[in-house]
């Protein structure tokens, strides 16, 4: 199995300013994901992170918004950039370690 | 792309009753079908997967059921108890170059003592 550590766990945010989440897996993963959840809402995927290249982003949102990092194969980031109010979700970071999937504990933002 | 149903949207039960929980989806090249049980304040932790060479896993009170020709898989729970109560996802993904996960829209699950 693998472990994913995130961080911060929690954050509380001026709007207008980023944010950079940390994802770290204590094994190599081949896929690194980055999903969204808004309050009472499912999961969406933000993008997927591709070691040593641009990352792949779903319809609605965009790399300048949402810049992610994935320097090697146990680490990613996420940056939330100009956060506005509707920014405020769980940010979860995901990896496929064997046949399984697995999140981390989530970055919970809150924007005001 | 890859479309998850899920219904019903709340389901409240009696504790001992069973729960079924269903999903839908649209790409027929899916293979792998997850179920998630979120509790308050944490993320999503698995509960069981199925694989679309199999039609029925069971792992003690829970089992999931997967019909690849009508699109369908759904999560059975059978004997609730109070602490089963969360908020419960099901997902698919395919078999392709990008192997991401898509969510149905979540249960939440109320097991009234």
């Known amino acids: 199995s693998a472990v994913i550590s995130q961080k911060p766990s929690r954050d509380i945010c001026q709007r207008g300013t980023s944010l950079t989440i940390q994802c770290q897996v204590d094994?190599?993963?081949?896929?690194m994901f980055w999903y969204r959840q808004q309050p009472g809402q499912s999961l969406t995927l933000i993008a997927t992170?591709?070691?040593?290249?641009?990352?792949?982003?779903e319809s609605g949102f965009v790399i300048d918004k949402f810049p992610i990092s994935r320097p090697n194969l146990t680490f990613s980031t996420l940056t939330v950039s100009n956060m506005s109010p509707e920014d405020s979700s769980i940010y979860l970071c995901?990896?496929?370690?064997?046949?399984?999937?697995?999140f981390g504990e989530g970055s919970w933002l809150t924007v005001v | 792309g890859e479309n998850v149903e899920q219904h019903p949207s709340t389901l409240s039960v009696q504790e001992g009753d069973s729960a079924v929980i269903k999903c839908t989806y649209s790409d027929s090249a899916s293979n792998y079908f997850p179920w998630y049980k979120q509790e308050l304040g944490k993320r999503p932790q698995l509960i069981i997967d199925?694989?679309?060479?199999?039609g029925e896993k069971k792992d003690q009170r829970i089992a999931v059921t997967l019909n690849k020709t009508a699109k369908h898989f759904s999560l059975h729970i059978t004997e609730t108890q109070p602490e089963d109560s969360a908020v419960y996802f099901c997902?698919?993904?395919?078999?392709?170059?990008?192997?991401?996960?898509?969510f149905g829209g979540g249960t939440r699950l109320m097991v009234k003592p």
């Open positions: 997902a698919a993904m395919g078999n392709n170059a990008g192997n991401m996960l898509t």
């Open positions: 094994s190599q993963v081949t896929m």
């Open positions: 992170a591709n070691q040593g290249s641009e990352a792949t982003y």
């Open positions: 995901s990896a496929h370690s064997g046949n399984t999937i697995y």
């Open positions: 199925i694989r679309s060479n199999v």
